[in-house]
């Protein structure tokens, strides 16, 4: 079974920088797409980053295209969200979620994942 935990969540002043972790086990990462969604308080849940799961492709939601790079250490089998530039519209929960697809397959809608994580909260503001 695959377990997802994220870390690295904080206080950052705008214009900052944070790298969140979403590490995995049970399962090697190796045939899963991961992706990072966020929810801020009274909104939906959306998707801004994923990863096909041989890394050949990512897919960006236009709020942070630019800003936020994913990535993967298959060794550390985890998955990281480097985010540069944070915006005080940027404050959310962020989760990661995985789930098992074809090598370039991305997708930033949450009904494609059934793994989730516990979330991280990343706060923005001076």
């Known amino acids: 079974q695959l377990q997802l935990v994220e870390s690295g969540g904080g206080l950052v002043q705008p214009g900052g920088s944070l790298r969140l972790s979403c590490a995995a086990s049970g399962v090697a990462l190796d045939w899963y797409a991961v992706g990072w969604f966020r929810q801020a308080p009274g909104k939906e849940r959306e998707g801004i980053a994923c990863l096909s799961s041989r890394g050949s492709k990512t897919l960006y939601a236009d709020s942070v295209k630019g800003r936020f790079t994913i990535s993967k250490d298959d060794a550390k089998n985890t998955v990281y969200l480097e985010m540069s530039n944070l915006k005080s519209e940027d404050t959310a929960v962020y989760y990661c979620?995985?789930?098992?697809?074809?090598?370039?397959?991305?997708?930033?809608?949450?009904?494609?994942?059934?793994?989730w994580g516990q979330g991280t909260q990343v706060t923005v503001s001076s």
């Open positions: 979620a995985a789930d098992n697809y074809a090598p370039s397959y991305v997708s930033l809608d949450r009904s494609d994942f059934d793994y």
